[in-house]
Every structure is written in structure tokens, then in C-alpha cells.
């Protein structure tokens, strides 16, 4: 028979088993930036209904497996650039993001690698299922995201603007898909990457002296924090400018019409 002592250490160990394998878990998840693809995916489908899908109805847009799969391809291809992301700023991060890394830790970096295989692969064979330019457009896509974290990050002015655009690209693509090509969308393109662009130099002004200890050229590195603060307001500005243009050169109205006039 099991003795007290013996179930009491076997009840204690399963107990620290699952702890551990949760922590793995979440720590996936943090380091392939499950929450920021999880946004990602909502925006992508309420922008691609409401603004991008102007002729399907509700039941043809459910049911178009194409746009799904799309989705489904750019998903994995956040989770796939997250993990390599921060593969590449595991050290800045500890610096940065203690308490993740932390947690990122119960997971060897190999595990990660074959992580990022994995996604990156499943992502471009369900993309060549669904057309040859959609397997192209995300070859494109995970080819960036990876040079991005390998040498562009490091470069001033690039980094921002190639960050920018990667957040964006999916967006391109459901607008490509669906041939939605008017001065609306155009100009909500230009305040949504403007905003975008005023965040990330915002960001980098927070991780000044962290960014200079490892070698990232960031804007607030190169210049100093009176002229990168000129930058950031001057931005702020020509966002507000396209903004009323938005609200004085097109349709939108309701909830859409508040935004631009707020923004």
C-alpha cells in the first residue's frame, strides 16, 4: 500500500507537473504574441466585412472558405513572426519585459524554432491550397517579418516604417482580394499607418537607453528627445489633417463619422 507520505508526495508532484505545463503554455503563447494575433483577427474580419466586402451578403461572406482560409494563413504567420521576433530580442527583452521572459523561459528556445517551423509551414501549404498569389503574398509576408527581426529592426527610420507596414500588409491583402480600391479606403490607409507610426516612435522613446545597449538605432537614439517629441507631435498633426479630410471628402457617417472627428 501507498503510504500517506508517498500519496501526499505524488499528489504534490502532479500538482507541480501541471503548473509547469501551464506555464509552458502561457509562455507560448506570450512569445508567439497570441493576444496581438487574436486582435489582429478581429480587426481583420470587421474591416473586411464592413469596408473591404461591398457586394456579398452576410451568409456568401460566412461561407467564403477563401477569405477564412486567408485569415487562418495570417494567423499563423503573426504567431509564426512573434516567435522569431522575439527569438531575436530575447536578450533586450529581459531588460524590457522581465516578467515575460521569465515565464517564456519554461520553454527552450529550440522548442520555439520548431514552433515557428511548424506555423510557418501549415501557413504556406493551406495558402497554396487556396491560389498560387496568395502562397506568393505570404511568402512575401513571413520573408519580411523575419528580415525585420534580423537586420531591420536595427536601422533607423526603416525599422518603424517596416513594422508599420507589416501590421498593415494583411489589411492590404483583403483589399486586394476583394478589388476594394476608392479614396476612402485610401486615406483611412494613411491615418491608420500614421497613428501606427506616432505609437511605435512612442514606444521606442520608452525603451531609449535599452535600445542603444543592444544596437537599435531608434529615432530617440539619433536625435535627441526635444526634436524626436518636434517628430512625434509634427505626425500627430498631418494624422489629424488626413482625418478631416476623411470626414469632409467622403460618405462615412455614424459611429465611423465621431472616430475621425475625435481623431
Not at 543592444?214 to 518636434?230: D, M
Request: hydrophobic share 50%; glycine share 4%.
Amino acid at each position: 500500500m501507498i503510504s500517506e507520505k508517498e500519496s501526499f508526495q505524488q499528489k504534490n508532484y502532479i500538482q507541480k507537473s501541471l503548473l509547469y505545463r501551464l506555464s509552458q503554455f502561457v509562455g507560448f503563447l506570450l512569445g508567439a504574441r497570441f493576444f496581438v494575433a487574436a486582435l489582429l483577427t478581429f480587426a481583420l474580419y470587421v474591416s473586411t466585412f464592413f469596408l473591404f466586402n461591398q457586394e456579398e451578403s452576410f451568409r456568401k461572406f460566412v461561407f467564403d472558405f477563401k477569405v477564412h482560409g486567408i485569415i487562418f494563413c495570417t494567423v499563423l504567420s503573426i504567431l509564426a513572426g512573434g516567435i522569431i521576433n522575439q527569438f531575436y530580442d530575447l536578450e533586450k527583452d529581459h531588460l524590457v519585459k522581465p516578467f515575460r521572459t521569465r515565464i517564456q523561459r519554461f520553454i527552450k528556445q529550440k522548442y520555439f524554432l520548431y514552433f515557428y517551423l511548424i506555423l510557418t509551414v501549415i501557413s504556406l501549404g493551406v495558402a497554396s491550397f487556396i491560389s498560387h498569389r496568395v502562397l506568393i503574398f505570404f511568402i512575401v509576408y513571413q520573408f519580411f517579418m523575419w528580415f525585420y527581426s534580423h537586420k531591420l529592426s536595427r536601422i533607423l527610420v526603416i525599422n518603424n516604417l517596416t513594422f508599420v507596414s507589416l501590421t498593415l500588409y494583411p489589411f492590404f491583402g483583403m483589399m486586394v482580394y476583394y478589388e476594394t480600391f476608392s479614396i476612402k479606403i485610401f486615406l483611412m490607409a494613411i491615418f491608420l499607418f500614421l497613428v501606427l507610426l506616432c505609437v511605435d516612435i512612442v514606444k521606442d522613446m520608452l525603451t531609449k537607453s535599452v535600445d542603444k545597449t543592444f544596437g537599435y538605432i531608434t529615432i530617440p537614439n539619433f536625435f535627441n528627445v526635444k526634436k524626436t517629441n518636434t517628430i512625434v507631435i509634427s505626425l500627430f498633426i498631418i494624422t489629424m489633417a488626413v482625418s478631416m479630410k476623411i470626414v469632409t471628402r467622403t460618405d462615412i457617417s455614424g459611429s465611423m463619422y465621431n472616430y475621425f472627428v475625435a481623431g
